[in-house]
């Protein structure tokens, strides 16, 4: 079993590509290598397998790095299935994982949400896209000031405050300020549900 997040970037086309191809690419390559893992094809698309037990946490790492640049967003459909083929890359690969993903990414533009789940457990995907959905309200409006602190909170989950504060040259209380507006707590919470449920026999 594994996961496939297939996704494009929103607004691209009033961007340059050098302004969020480099910051995408850097982000994806985190999790594995091209193309195997991961690949941008179509100009703005891209799709990564990951292991499912991180698939959520990557989902939100990428939506924060993008946000980081001002009036970028990312639309994402996460599958969570089998692996039948490999191919020479991940595009070329195919199972339940990619199947579903492609059909749950291709149904956001009509339902107007930037991240859905498909999994092969129908309930499971109720309560989680409803989750999802509610978690959406504030991570779509995230600034890249609370997309930055997202980032370094996934990147380092057992950082300090201080720790933060120096790296980015501000207050220890600018950091707590900037992960209450970014809200933090809930990420982690849903990050958390997420993982008791997928990890469930």
Same mark, same amino acid.
Not at 130 to 148: G, H, N, R, T, Y
Not at 177 to 190: G, N, T
């Given at each position: ?17 050098? &302004?969020? =191809?480099?910051?995408? !690419? /850097?982000? $994806? ?6 193309? %195997?893992?991961?690949? *941008? ?64 990414? &291709?149904? =956001?533009?009509?339902? !107007? /949400?930037? $991240? ?6 129908? %309930?499971?995907?109720? *309560? ?74």
């Amino acid at each position: 079993m594994i996961a496939v997040i297939t996704g494009d970037i929103i607004n691209s086309e009033h961007y340059k590509v050098t &302004e969020w =191809l480099s910051v995408l !690419k /850097l982000q $994806l390559s985190k999790y594995g290598n091209t193309p %195997e893992h991961w690949e *941008v094809y179509r100009g703005d698309e891209f799709q990564i397998k990951v292991p499912i037990a991180k698939a959520l946490e990557v989902a939100i790492g990428i939506k924060a790095c993008i946000k980081k640049v001002k009036g970028l967003d990312v639309r994402m459909g996460v599958g969570l299935g089998k692996e039948s083929f490999i191919g020479a890359s991940v595009s070329e690969s195919n199972g339940t994982a990619y199947q579903l993903s492609g059909r749950i990414f &291709e149904k =956001l533009k009509d339902q !107007k /949400l930037s $991240l859905a789940i498909a999994t092969e457990n129908v %309930e499971n995907d109720v *309560v989680l896209n409803l989750i999802i959905k509610l978690a959406l309200d504030f991570m779509d409006d995230w600034s890249p000031v609370s997309a930055e602190i997202i980032t370094i909170a996934l990147e380092s989950p057992h950082a300090q405050q201080q720790e933060i504060a120096d790296k980015l040259g501000v207050q220890q209380s600018a950091i707590s300020q900037r992960q209450k507006r970014a809200r933090l707590d809930l990420v982690q919470q849903v990050l958390a549900y997420y993982s008791s449920l997928i990890n469930k026999k």
